[in-house]
């Protein structure tokens, strides 16, 4: 079974050095996973791209919850699945 990693998810409208150190962090685990024969999944711009984050620019909305929560059982689903 091949080990799984998720992204650090951003909060939209954050302070652009914040912003910037998750995705150096995100750029780094997903190298190290590649490093290590891990699969890494890459959610942050999923949420962010698409307005998924709620009005606090930190949480999901509800359709935002949906969606990670469709992924993350498809995610799940495949681990166990190997």
């Not at 949420?47 to 909305?61: E, N, S, V, W, Y």
């Amino acid at each position: 079974m091949r080990t799984q990693v998720v992204s650090i998810l951003s909060a939209r409208g954050k302070a652009m050095r914040r912003r910037a150190l998750v995705e150096q962090a995100n750029n780094w685990l997903q190298n190290w996973c590649r490093w290590q024969v891990f699969v890494f999944y890459g959610c942050m711009t999923l949420f962010a791209d698409k307005c998924l984050l709620g009005r606090d620019g930190q949480h999901l909305t509800k359709q935002g919850k949906t969606i990670f929560a469709s992924r993350m059982t498809d995610l799940i689903r495949r681990v166990l699945d190997q």
